[in-house]
């Protein structure tokens, strides 16, 4: 016996595709003992190119969500404890070992770091960057190596946990998507159990590229945040994930009261002034590429808007489309 504990890890995808490939070439050359861990990938159809082997098993779920996927896969899963990673990540050759480590009777779930890979384009890595900026708040601390802390909200693209505490939650949720990771943390949360995340865990995960792909995540994961925070509450009450939409209110509301009166026209520019200076300077802290410099200030504030507007659009809804 090599003393350590038995994994499964579960990657959830709609077909096995480039990314799907290169995370399960990762995972097949951890550090971990080989004999300690399966591999188990879900994607909608057979594939025709990939088939089940003693090291990769190969589950045909047709479409569904990624929490069904992962729910399938949690079942029939050997290991005590279960790593989920996201098709387009692929972790650190030490992820299981270091994470494992963590998991004792305080702590039943530990996720750490998604990093934009190094492999990234120009307009993946400004994505990152934007994510990891200080102009998004605590969750920037998702994106980047650097802090080790007590989580209420681990994301789902690299969640490692015990087995007996995803039965006892009853599994992911099914019903929506993104933010099943933040429902699943809501409900270990309610039972009195500790997560942590620690910098030393790391995936790297594949960017959404600037402007319209990123902007449409952000629109996503706004919109189940706003619907969150009204439906669940929990750790989706937050006053930071209420700050971009502030910032849309005081840009329609500065807008209109601009037009009356030259005075608060003045106020409001110099605000916004004074916000875009902010960015800037955040924006310097992080890189010093000119090419990146005006893309990264552009995106961070369109993330901020986009999310914002979301995010109220969420806090109205009665239900989400899945």
């Not at 299981?96 to 770091?113: F, I, Q, R, T, W």
């Amino acid at each position: 016996m090599n003393g350590q504990p038995s994994v499964s890890i579960i990657i959830p995808c709609k077909t096995i595709d480039n990314y799907t490939r290169e995370c399960i070439y990762r995972c097949k050359r951890l550090d971990y003992p080989t004999s300690s861990y399966e591999i188990i990938v879900l994607p909608d159809e057979e594939s025709l190119n990939f088939n089940s082997s003693d090291e990769v098993k190969i589950i045909s779920t047709g479409p569904l969500l990624p929490g069904a996927k992962r729910n399938i896969a949690s079942r029939v899963a050997r290991g005590e404890i279960l790593a989920y990673v996201d098709s387009d990540a692929y972790p650190r050759k030490d992820w299981l070992s270091n994470a494992v480590k963590y998991l004792n009777d305080e702590v039943v779930a530990v996720g750490g770091p998604g990093i934009t890979p190094p492999e990234d384009s120009l307009m993946q890595k400004a994505s990152g960057l934007v994510l990891s900026s200080l102009m998004v708040g605590g969750l920037s601390r998702r994106y980047k190596s650097k802090s080790n802390f007590y989580s209420d909200d681990i994301h789902s693209c690299n969640f490692v946990t015990k087995r007996t505490i995803i039965k006892e939650v009853g599994g992911w949720n099914e019903k929506y998507w993104p933010g099943e990771d933040t429902l699943l943390c809501l409900e270990i949360e309610r039972r009195g159990k500790n997560m942590f995340e620690a910098s030393d865990v790391v995936v790297y995960h594949h960017r959404k590229p600037l402007l319209i792909p990123h902007l449409r995540q952000m629109f996503r994961f706004g919109l189940h945040r706003g619907f969150f925070a009204k439906k669940f509450k929990g750790n989706s009450i937050k006053l930071t994930y209420f700050f971009p939409s502030l910032l849309v209110a005081f840009v329609f509301l500065g807008s209109l009261v601009s037009l009356a009166n030259s005075f608060a026209a003045f106020l409001f520019l110099s605000t916004l002034a004074m916000y875009a200076f902010l960015n800037l300077l955040v924006t310097f802290m992080q890189t010093r590429d000119l090419k990146l410099v005006p893309i990264v200030l552009t995106g961070i504030v369109l993330t901020h808007l986009i999310y914002g507007l979301a995010f109220l659009i969420g806090l109205l809804k009665s239900e989400l489309q899945t």
